[in-house]
């Protein structure tokens, strides 16, 4: 499985920006997929994951700003990021799971339930 994400870089507070994370040797219908993201001197945390039926859940601090969706089409997760804050900026993770699960709290949370991960990249918001 390889997963390559795209998309981030540098915005202004109140601006939008659409994350992608391409995958191959993996069906992102299948099974579930989240993204995660890690501020600077902080864990690493779920932003927003997405089941195999398509249930989602939300990090509160996102909860009406972001989207996440999959493009069945290219074989690819999203992730549409509206209203953007300096608390935003991190680097984002896109993370597949081999398990057909739902987008539930707990998987947004359980870290261990992923088995591959992206590289990574920045999203930078400026206040």
């Known amino acids: 499985v390889r997963l390559v994400e795209s998309g981030g870089g540098s915005v202004q507070a109140g601006g939008s920006l659409r994350l992608s994370c391409a995958a191959s040797g993996y069906m992102v219908s299948f099974y579930l997929m989240g993204w995660f993201r890690r501020a600077p001197g902080e864990e690493r945390e779920g932003v927003a994951v997405?089941?195999?039926?398509?249930?989602?859940s939300y990090a509160t601090s996102v909860k009406g700003r972001f989207t996440i969706s999959k493009d069945i089409a290219k074989n690819t997760l999203e992730l549409q990021m509206n209203s953007l804050k300096a608390e935003d900026t991190a680097i984002y993770y896109c993370?597949?799971?081999?398990?057909?699960?739902?987008?539930?709290?707990?998987?947004?949370?359980?870290?261990?339930?992923?088995?591959?991960w992206g590289q990574g990249i920045q999203v930078t918001v400026s206040s």
């Open positions: 997405i089941g195999n039926d398509n249930s989602t």
């Open positions: 993370a597949a799971s081999s398990r057909e699960y739902v987008g539930s709290i707990w998987a947004l949370e359980t870290q261990r339930l992923y088995d591959s």
